[in-house]
Structure formats: structure tokens, C-alpha cells
């Protein structure tokens, strides 16, 4: 919801819908809860499938937990493109589809072969939901609470780990500490209860499913195409008093870009190449502070930790529900403390948590101070990179390119992310556990100076000032 720059007191003190609002975020954010979960649930399944299906190398095992990276990164490219084509909408309802196909079908998947290629369909959706998802909750909230819904889905994402996390751990039956593979290959785990983990998103994604085709479309990619009538009804239901002021301030954006339709051309501009940069630096930094090694990796960190198999499961749960209390923290204070100083506090911390993580392992210290001191780590991070990363990409774009820009950012971000997934297990190998979380470290460090010297605030600003702010 969008009111003109010139008087910023109006917003605060204009009635919303707030209910509409809110509920129509959520369901939106629903394609953060299933990305959450497909994203996640890999890592309780890991030591099951991995003995299914013999994948007894590191390089094997890298590429059964980054595959589904290069369908996200398709996911996200093409999704820029098709959702300024056919709208928020559409591509909304596309992925949900594709999660409730993919999580069957890799559930029962006959082959390594048709695991990858069912995995990557699987990545494709999470691709398009990482760019939809807060992509459209940004365009349809008021200015001074945007930064709490977007993060919303940031909520959803980890409450969809959670919900994986916990998943695994109830479907998995107790395995005996020091079995051997083929005892773990034989067992009921191995045999079906893999499967029934990534079954089991389907129920969520029918949920999106349905949800998706009862939303608005975006008033902004409305008026972006012509369509200002439908863009009015769509903003009288989130605020009747300011409906006509926001479609004119959304008009006169669109109008001075002098174009509705967007060329790759405009995204090399010299001030787009500016903005495009910072969007594209804040994607890899989320994903090179090194904290998904954590989540995709967890039965290897805390087995190198000296837990058994189901001690490890019960403390990915742990995981998750430390990521959901700082989340909260994020939500609570995104719109009052800022963006740059969260970012900076969780960059801070994260790097503190990694070098504690190293010394761990360079002194033997196991069990306990490995679960606290990755524990410090996701804190940081859940109320930090992981939702505010979010917040500033949805919102720092123009809205001429908002859909291209944040496809290019997010496609950086899952090209990051296969990187750290893929090369983990061959760096731990050749580095040991310590020498590789000093390296994360080290990325948060230059993230920090990054964050200190490039991003801008954006707190209570609307679209359209962040564009002027930042543009002009």
C-alpha cells in the first residue's frame, strides 16, 4: 500500500483492512512454508537415502544435497520474467503445483537417477516461491509494516523446517547408536521412511494450492499493465481512504519510468547497476555466512560432534525451534530497530559463532558446546540475514524492474547456495570441520564491512521514496 512521499503521517493514520492484509500475506507467504520444508527435510532424510540408494562418496553426497539448488536457480530466473508477463498471481498457483507434484514423486522415487531429476522440479519451486512470495507481500502492505509482513514469510520458511525437522524425527524410527549401513538400509527407515519425509509436503502445498487462486493480483503490476481499474478495487479493499492516493503515486512511478514493459538494457543503467549490485551482494552474503551448511548438513556436524542418529535428530529439532524464536525477534523489531543495524548485530554474531564452532573442533570439544555454539549461530542468523535479506531485496528495486531485478538477485543467491552446499562435504574433508567455519567467518566479516558502508536504511518508507531515495 502506497501514499504519497509528501505526507507521511497520512499512512499512519489511515484505516486498513488490516484482516484482508493479513490474510492475504499469509497465503502468499504459504510458498515460504513449503520452500522451508522441501529445503530442509533433506537433512533427516540424508542418512537414510543415502544408504538406499549406495552413494558412498562426498562428492555423491554434495550433489544429492545441492541438486535441487540448480532447479531453484531455474526457478528464479524464469519466474522474474513469466510473473511481469502473467502476474504475481499465476506463477503463485504454478508453484504450489509443482510443490505437491515434486515432493510426491521424489517420495517414491525408483532410481539415484529419478531422485535428482524429481529434486530439481522440486528446486524449481522453491526457486519461484524465494522470488513470489515476498516479492508480492511488498507490494500489496502498508509502508510501516511491510517490513513485519515481508518477514512473515521468513516465519513461514522456518516454520516449514520446523515442521520437516519435526516430520523426520516422528516418522524415523530409533536407530541403535553404532549401526552399520546395511543395518540402516534395511530398516524400515531406509526402506520407506525417507520416502514418507518428502511425501509429506503435499498436504501444505494443496493448502497453497487453493489459497493462491483466491488472492488479488498485485495493484502495482496491475497498473504496470494498464489495468488501473482492477489495481483501484484491489487497494480500496486494503484501505478505502487512501486507495486514490496510492494508485496515483504508484502511476506517477510507472509513468516516469517511460516504459511498462522491461529490457535487460534497463537493468544495466549506471544506477541500476548500483542498486542491482547491493541486492545481488546481500543473496550470496546470506548464504555465504555458511548457516545452510548447518541445516543440510546436521547429521554430519553433530555426528563428528559424537551424537548418535537419533540423538541428532532430536537436536535438528532444536535447531529449528531456536531459528522460530529469533525469527519472532526479527518480526518484532525489523520496523523499529531498521534493517542495517539487524544485519549488522547478526553478521557480527554469526562470525563470533563460526570461529567458537572452529576452536571446538580444534581443541575436542564436543557434544554440548558444538549444539550451544551452533545454536548462537542460527540465533543470529534467524533474526538477522534471514528474514531482513528478504525485506531489503523485495523492497530497494524500482518498480519498473522490481520483477527482473529480484529474479537476477535471488538466481545469485541459489548460484551462492549450491556453491556452499556442494563444496561443504569436499572442503570438510580436505580442510577439517575448523579451518571451514573459520572461512564462513571470514564472509561474515566482509559482509559486515559491506552492510556498514553500502546499504541504506529503508525502514517506514514506501515503495515508491525508496525508489526516489535511491534513483534519483
Not at 509443482?98 to 514423486?105: D, E, I, K, R, Y
Not at 526457486?127 to 514469510?153: D, F, K
Not at 518480526?331 to 557480527?348: F, K, N, P, S, W
Amino acid at each position: 500500500m502506497i501514499t504519497p512521499a509528501t505526507a507521511p503521517d497520512t499512512e499512519l493514520n489511515a484505516k486498513y483492512n488490516l484482516k484482508y492484509v493479513w490474510a492475504i500475506s499469509l497465503v502468499a507467504a504459504l510458498g515460504g512454508l513449503l520452500f522451508g520444508y522441501d529445503w530442509v527435510v533433506i537433512g533427516g532424510a540424508k542418512p537414510f537415502f543415502e544408504k538406499y540408494f549406495h552413494l558412498q562418496s562426498e562428492t555423491l553426497s554434495g550433489w544429492a544435497n545441492s541438486c535441487a539448488l540448480l532447479g531453484c536457480l531455474l526457478g528464479s530466473l524464469i519466474s522474474g520474467g513469466l510473473s511481469d508477463r502473467f502476474g504475481r498471481k499465476k506463477l503463485l498457483i504454478v508453484s504450489a503445483a509443482l510443490f505437491a507434484v515434486s515432493s510426491v514423486l521424489t517420495g517414491w522415487a525408483p532410481t539415484f537417477s529419478w531422485f535428482v531429476a524429481w529434486r530439481l522440479l522440486g528446486g524449481v519451486a522453491i526457486g519461484m516461491a524465494s522470488n513470489l512470495s515476498p516479492m508480492y507481500i511488498a507490494e500489496v502492505a502498508p509502508a510501516h509494516m511491510r517490513g513485519r509482513l515481508v518477514s512473515i514469510n521468513q516465519l513461514t520458511i522456518v516454520i516449514g523446517i520446523l515442521a520437516a525437522q519435526i516430520t523426520n524425527m516422528l516418522i524415523a524410527e530409533k536407530v541403535p547408536d553404532g549401526a552399520t549401513a546395511a543395518m540402516i538400509a534395511a530398516s524400515w527407515n531406509g526402506q520407506y521412511g525417507w520416502r514418507w519425509m518428502f511425501t509429506a509436503v503435499a498436504v501444505p502445498s494443496l493448502i497453497f494450492l487453493f489459497g493462491a487462486m483466491m488472492v488479488p493480483e498485485s495493484p502495482r503490476w496491475l497498473v504496470k499493465n494498464g489495468r488501473s481499474d482492477l489495481a483501484r478495487r484491489v487497494l480500496l479493499r486494503i484501505s478505502a481512504s487512501l486507495a486514490d492516493q496510492s494508485l496515483s503515486d504508484i502511476e506517477n512511478t510507472i509513468a516516469a519510468s517511460e516504459t511498462r514493459h522491461v529490457r535487460f538494457g534497463d537493468l544495466l543503467e549506471s544506477k541500476m547497476i548500483k542498486i542491482l549490485g547491493i541486492g545481488i551482494a546481500l543473496a550470496v552474503l546470506q548464504q555465504w555466512s555458511g548457516i545452510n551448511v548447518i541445516f543440510n548438513y546436521a547429521e554430519e556436524i553433530y555426528r563428528k560432534a559424537g551424537y548418535g542418529v537419533s540423538d541428532v535428530l532430536f537436536n535438528i529439532v532444536i535447531t529449528g525451534a531456536v531459528n522460530l524464536v529469533f525469527t519472532l525477534i526479527a518480526i518484532c523489531t525489523v520496523d523499529r530497530v531498521g534493517r542495517r543495524i539487524l544485519m549488522l548485530l547478526g553478521c557480527a554474531g554469526i562470525g563470533l559463532s563460526h570461529i567458537l564452532i572452529g576452536v571446538a573442533y580444534t581443541v575436542g570439544l564436543k557434544g554440548l558446546y558444538v549444539l550451544v555454539f551452533t545454536l548462537c549461530t542460527i540465533g543470529c542468523y534467524g533474526m538477522s540475514l534471514a528474514p531482513v535479506t528478504w525485506v531489503l531485496i523485495s523492497e530497494i528495486f524500482p518498480n519498473r524492474i522490481r520483477g527482473a531485478a529480484i529474479s537476477i538477485a535471488v538466481s545469485s543467491l541459489w548460484i551462492a547456495c549450491f556453491i556452499l552446499t556442494f563444496t561443504f562435504p569436499i572442503l570438510n574433508k580436505s580442510l577439517g570441520p575448523a579451518k571451514t567455519f573459520w572461512m564462513y567467518a571470514a564472509a561474515c566479516l566482509l559482509g559486515f564491512i559491506f552492510i556498514l558502508t553500502r546499504v541504506p536504511e529503508t525502514k517506514g518508507k514506501t515503495l515508491e521514496q525508496i525508489e526516489r531515495d535511491l534513483v534519483d
